[in-house]
């Protein structure tokens, strides 16, 4: 029975190929058919030996309990034979019926003998000395069968002591019998002990075994979930990785690896049919302050709407990138004309330029565009991006479009300006950009009133630069600020040696109203110089005050709150409505030249000044007529009520010795 369970198990083993189940639940399965295989064949086994042991011993016992009887028989036999030989004297039959005595005696001794090795020692030991008492007893008869017929009465005396002694034999064959069977009962309990045992064991181990077999097939089946979740995880990922390579991850438009891709087989296309695209790239303006002003968080809020402003703009056959940081590009179908592309990308301008509302307050970034096409402006991706790049960057200069073309000449343009921003940055801190004064004159006593601060840049290559050459480079470079100081640090240690009566005005970039701290800052260096602030004016244009409302009321009530004057530059040319004018309480506006150039040939702009005096008049504000060349203007100007004059017939911008000289002038005249 053990051969066969382990013949079972071999054959599963030779069914099952464990080198491709290892590790799985297969494996498991067939291993606890294996353990149980082994364990019910053991059972078997054992179950077996014990009844082949008890069936020993229960067969010992029988052939014993049978050698009793025969011998018992034999003695019997024996018995009568004496007697009858006794009743009748010595017959020739005598010694034949002894002779078949001794030898079934002899059988008997041999089979007790034969029977040793199935007792326990101490029956072995009795029956060894049954055995020798059987040989006696045979002897006897032997002997009784020799001397039966010389001499009968002798011999049949010499067997009675046998005869006594043959209870005995048959007693100690029995009681060995009897030890038998009791070995043998105590063999089968014993049996039946080991039998319970092993079956406990056994069902404890299978149940063991079955307890592990669940948990390794619990603990397959969770780390095949885990397989497969990671299977997922990793097919999710590698999509993630795929989609990551081709996209931008903020605001899910194309990257530039994918976007110079898609130029070059669109300049593919375009080749083949005799056809036109164009590229357009944008750049957000203020986008750097509007992130540190409101966090990187609103940032990629801002980035995250110009996306969807261009998507809405430039719809699903463009195909829109964000090349980094704030920059972003479109590439247009070949079926679009020059005209639809431009209006396209105006139209993208009005739509970056509209403000944005991020946790109640409001973000305006703005944007500049260039605009590159194929095939005049190259038929390479890094061309066309080049062209592109140079044309948004001339719109960036120039405030006014904001979207550009385009054109050869940009490129030497974009040269010059490089070089520019580079030694305007070194002019800088070498203390190239100095301040000018351009004298104003007070209308009620014909006396100098101050002076207005105008930069000029002494150039070691191009010589003395006007602020148009410059302050454009200044601005967009974000040197703006560090260029007013420097010329405002300069003008305070002048005004420092003038008559206390005398004013300085100082224009204010409107770019530099978003910068924090401007006013604080300003207002640390004219305070080092020892000049009293009441003695500067700041000068604002109406744009810079409409671009962002609230950041200019704050830099200016903080400017105003220190003594310092504010006073609106460019009057007439931008925005302003009276809402403003009562809201940030100017000092002074000062009307453009253009309108004061114009005043003899225009009656309209006659009536613009008459009206912006009696507007500043009813505001209590003083006015500031600039651009003044001749006498007859000066006089009709203050005829009209202008409180101060400015221009070059009060005299050009000059540097600080000959604004001295006419300073020292003035003060000997009024003496």
């Known amino acids: 029975m053990l051969g066969t369970a382990i013949r079972f198990a071999a054959s599963l083993l030779n069914l099952v190929p464990f080198s491709r189940v290892v590790a799985g639940p297969k494996a498991v399965i067939v291993l606890l058919v294996l353990a149980v295989t082994l364990c019910l064949g053991t059972l078997i086994y054992v179950q077996h030996a014990n009844s082949v042991i008890v069936d020993r011993d229960m067969d010992a016992a029988v052939s014993l309990s049978e050698i009793a009887a025969r011998f018992d028989h034999e003695d019997g ?10 009743a009748s004297g010595p017959s020739a039959g005598g010694e034949h019926r002894l002779g078949r005595i001794s030898a079934r005696i002899d059988r008997i001794s041999a089979d007790l003998a034969a029977q040793q090795q199935a007792m326990s020692p ?12 059987l040989a006696k007893y045979r002897e006897a008869v032997d002997v009784v069968s020799s001397m039966l017929e010389i001499d009968f009465a002798t011999s049949v005396g010499m067997l009675r002591p046998f005869r006594a002694n043959a209870d005995h034999v048959l007693t100690a064959i029995k009681g060995i019998a009897a030890s038998g069977i009791t070995d043998a009962h105590r063999h089968a309990e014993e049996a039946a002990w080991r039998t319970r045992l092993l079956v406990a064991l056994v069902t404890t181990a299978m149940l063991i075994v079955a307890a592990l077999s669940y948990a390794w097939l619990a603990l397959a089946a969770t780390r095949g979930t885990q397989l497969r979740a990671e299977i997922i995880r990793r097919g999710v990922a590698e999509q993630e990785a795929l989609l990551l390579a081709r996209t931008d991850a903020l605001t899910g438009l194309v990257n530039r690896r994918v976007f110079v891709g898609d130029i070059q087989r669109a300049v593919g296309a375009a080749l083949a049919s005799d ?3 164009s590229v357009i790239l944008t750049d957000l303006d203020s986008f750097k302050d509007a992130n540190d002003t409101h966090g990187h968080a609103a940032g990629d809020t801002v980035l995250k709407v110009v996306a969807h402003r261009l998507r809405v703009v430039f719809g699903a056959n463009s195909t829109i990138a964000r090349l980094g940081g704030d920059e972003f590009a479109i590439l247009l179908p070949q079926d679009q004309e020059h005209s639809d592309v431009m209006a396209l990308a105006h139209q993208a301008s009005v739509a970056l330029h509209e403000p944005l509302v991020w946790r109640g307050n409001m973000i305006k970034v703005g944007a500049s565009i260039g605009v590159s096409r194929f095939p005049e402006d190259g038929s390479e991706p890094d061309d066309l991006l080049h062209a592109a790049d140079i044309a948004m960057y001339e719109a960036k200069r120039d405030r006014i479009r904001r979207v550009c073309l ?33 004298p104003i004159m007070r209308f009620s006593d014909g006396q100098l009133y101050g002076f207005e601060v105008l930069a000029r840049w002494y150039h070691p290559r191009l010589g ?11 601005e967009t470079t974000g040197q703006i ?15 420092s040696h003038m008559p206390d009566h005398l004013r300085m005005a100082v224009n204010i970039s409107p770019m530099q109203l978003e910068e924090p701290n401007l006013a604080e800052t300003l207002i640390g260096i004219i305070r080092d110089a020892h000049v009293i602030p009441s003695r500067i004016e700041i000068e604002i244009t109406e ?20 003594g310092i004057s504010i006073a609106l530059d ?48 009813n505001f209590g504000m003083e006015v500031t007529a600039e651009g003044i060349e001749d006498a007859q203007t000066a006089s009709l100007l203050a005829q009209r009520g202008c409180t101060q004059g400015q221009g070059y017939f009060f005299g050009k911008p000059t540097a600080f010795a000959q604004a001295a000289a006419l300073v020292t002038r003035g003060e000997r005249e009024a003496a």
């Open 481 to 495: 600020t560090e260029m007013t100081k420097s010329v405002l640090r300069q003008a305070c240690i002048d005004l």
């Open 122 to 133: 101490h029956d072995r030991a009795r029956a060894a000395n049954v055995v020798v008492e």
């Open 543 to 562: 744009d810079a005050v409409m671009d962002d409302v609230v950041a200019a009321e704050r830099v200016l009530d903080t400017f105003r709150r220190s």
């Open 77 to 86: 036999n024996l018995y009568r034979l004496m007697v009858d030989e006794a």
């Open 464 to 474: 003395l630069l006007t602020p148009d050459r410059f302050v454009r480079i200044a």
């Open 275 to 277: 056809s036109r695209l």
């Open 570 to 617: 460019d009057f007439g040319t931008g925005y302003s409505s009276l809402s403003h004018l009562r809201r940030f309480k100017f000092d002074k506006i000062k009307i453009d030249q253009s309108f004061v150039r114009s005043m003899h040939e225009s009656v309209e702009s006659e009536k613009l000044i008459d009206a912006i005096v009696a507007l500043a008049v």
């Open 406 to 438: 385009f054109a050869p000449a940009m490129e030497l343009d974009r040269l010059e300006r490089r070089r520019m921003e580079q030694e305007l940055c070194d002019g800088i801190v070498r203390g190239e950009i100095r301040p000018f004064y351009q």
